[in-house]
């Protein structure tokens, strides 16, 4: 298939997103409590002044940034993965075969939408349970 959304040109965009949403958290961190607005003393009344995978008590913050990044990312491949299949649909000119190419890219984008989904939800469940979150 030639065009933006060529086999090729996606593994670049995916890869390019990937690349981007796993430097961010880098930059997040970086933020510096030490200035005079008043944020280094509300971080400290709530536990958040240190926080790191390596303190204690930051094992599950760690554990929780992690998540939040890969379903974040799962998002963004979800998106792709629709837009996707909506552009194959669109410009299928009628050919049976590349219909039905890209209901299944939709159809297993959803289902893998709602496969983490309620993994997202049993987990939050256990954890709510757990007294963890």
């Known amino acids: 298939m030639n065009g933006f959304f060529s086999e ?6 995916i890869m390019t997103v990937l690349s ?6 880098d930059k997040a961190k970086s933020y510096d409590f030490q200035g005079n ?7 400290q009344g709530t536990g958040h002044a240190d926080i790191s995978i390596f303190t ?6 760690g554990i929780g940034m992690v998540i939040n990044i890969v379903l974040s990312l799962l998002g963004v491949v979800f998106l792709i993965l629709m837009v996707y ?10 050919n ?3 219909v039905n190419k890209a209901k299944k890219i939709i159809t297993s984008a959803i ?12 987990t939050a469940a256990v954890g709510s349970y757990l007294n963890l979150a």
């Open 85 to 94: 299949g909506g552009y194959l649909w669109m410009s299928s000119s009628g």
């Open 20 to 25: 981007f949403v796993l430097l961010l958290p």
């Open 96 to 98: 049976e075969e590349q």
């Open 37 to 43: 607005s008043g944020l280094k003393k509300t971080a």
């Open 8 to 13: 090729n040109n996606l593994y670049k965009i």
């Open 111 to 122: 289902v893998g939408l709602v496969i983490t989904a309620a993994a997202y939800a049993i």
């Open 56 to 61: 204690p008590g930051g094992l599950a913050s």
